[in-house]
């Protein structure tokens, strides 16, 4: 069943262009799956036939996951990996049926996205006001991040030739190696235009200091690259630095806790939605594959309508008249 595992595991880098960290999390729940089943038919995973993902064995899985504590998204990823490998091996030959198809997705829990308001914004970017040039970089990060929506893992992995600065638009390079083309504000656009006269001797200074050339030479056809957002040493900042960047600035100007560069995507989505933009149009500035995955900000905004009828209607919080 290893065996299986591996080529699946291969099918999706090759052949679904899958990320690494999706190959990792696909790994981390099938591994978790066959040992489960290991352990429940006392054969090795190392020795399981294929004919041993059966149905139940799946629900046995999924209730394990639930005793464990674990939450609702949690056990639907898992069952969500778990159906993708069986139609491989459907595919493959390798088994007749699909019983991950006869099992109902555990109902997630309904959670509002986490987001800033209008203001809780202003006064982030407004945090970034230091005067220099790795200062004058962290506002425009704040100030695209807010603009475009874009995803963490998007905006670090955005190129100098991929932001057009007279248009205001910038490609992104999403989930599925999808590209997509998003429009930014001119306050973005500056904050962008001021950063990138540092750029340079931001990696200038740091070539000198580790005596090294900056681009990179990717493939056989040596495609230079030149990262838009750069660390102090001149190369490309990576997620986790950019997700401390943001958290500092947040601790700076706001009482707000947990609020990750992700929120910021929320805010962005939030903030379009309360001023009237269109559900479909916000799906395609996210990138996203579903229109259902940008519905939960529909929540958002029903959540907020809410709280403001309780407050504000005479009667809301008067008790039942008899």
Same mark, same amino acid.
């Given at each position: 069943m290893l065996d299986y595992l591996n080529a699946f595991l291969q099918f999706l880098e090759l052949n679904r262009n899958?990320?690494?960290?999706?190959?990792?999390?696909?790994?981390?729940?099938?591994?978790?799956?066959?040992?489960?089943?290991?352990?429940?038919?006392?054969?090795?995973?190392?020795?399981?036939?294929?004919?041993?993902?059966?149905?139940?064995?799946?629900?046995?899985?999924?209730a394990a996951v639930h005793k464990q504590g674990q939450s609702r998204a949690t056990a639907a990823r898992k069952l969500a990996a778990a159906r993708t490998f069986l139609r491989y091996l459907r595919r493959e030959g390798v088994i007749d049926g699909d019983p991950g198809a006869?099992?109902?997705?555990?109902?997630?829990?309904?959670?509002?996205?986490?987001?800033?308001?209008?203001?809780?914004m202003t006064r982030l970017i407004a945090a970034a006001s230091d005067d220099t040039p790795l200062g004058r970089r962290d506002r425009a990060i704040l100030e695209l991040f807010y603009a475009s929506g874009l995803r963490l893992g998007e905006l670090v992995g955005l190129d100098v030739e991929d932001a057009n600065l007279s248009a205001r638009m910038v490609r992104v390079l999403g989930k599925g190696g999808k590209q997509r083309i998003v429009p930014f504000n001119t306050s973005a656009a500056t904050a962008l235009r001021t950063y990138l006269k540092d750029r340079g001797r931001i990696v200038a200074? #740091?070539?000198?200091?580790?005596? +090294? &050339?900056?681009?990179?030479? $990717?493939? @056989?056809?040596?495609?230079?690259?030149?990262?838009?957002?750069?660390?102090?040493? #001149?190369?490309?900042?990576?997620? +986790? &630095?950019?997700?401390?960047? $943001?958290? @500092?600035?947040?601790a700076a100007c706001s009482a707000?806790?947990?609020?990750?560069?992700?929120?910021l995507r929320h805010s962005f989505a939030t903030h379009l939605l309360q001023r009237g933009a269109d559900l479909r149009a916000i799906q395609e500035l996210l990138g996203h594959v579903r229109l259902a995955t940008t519905q939960r900000y529909t929540h958002v905004n029903a959540a907020q309508l809410l709280a403001v009828y309780q407050k504000s209607h005479p009667r809301a919080r008067a008790g039942p008249s008899n």
């Open positions: 899958a990320s690494a960290h999706t190959v990792r999390a696909y790994e981390s729940d099938l591994s978790q799956l066959l040992q489960h089943i290991a352990v429940q038919t006392g054969v090795p995973a190392t020795e399981l036939e294929p004919a041993r993902l059966d149905r139940a064995a799946i629900r046995s899985f999924l006869l099992i109902a997705t555990p109902r997630r829990e309904l959670r509002m996205p986490a987001h800033l308001s209008e203001d809780e200074a #740091g070539q000198a200091g580790a005596g +090294r &050339s900056g681009r990179v030479r $990717v493939g @056989r056809q040596e495609k230079t690259r030149d990262p838009l957002f750069v660390n102090y040493r #001149g190369t490309r900042l990576t997620v +986790r &630095s950019v997700d401390r960047l $943001v958290r @500092r600035y947040v707000r806790m947990g609020i990750s560069p992700h929120a």
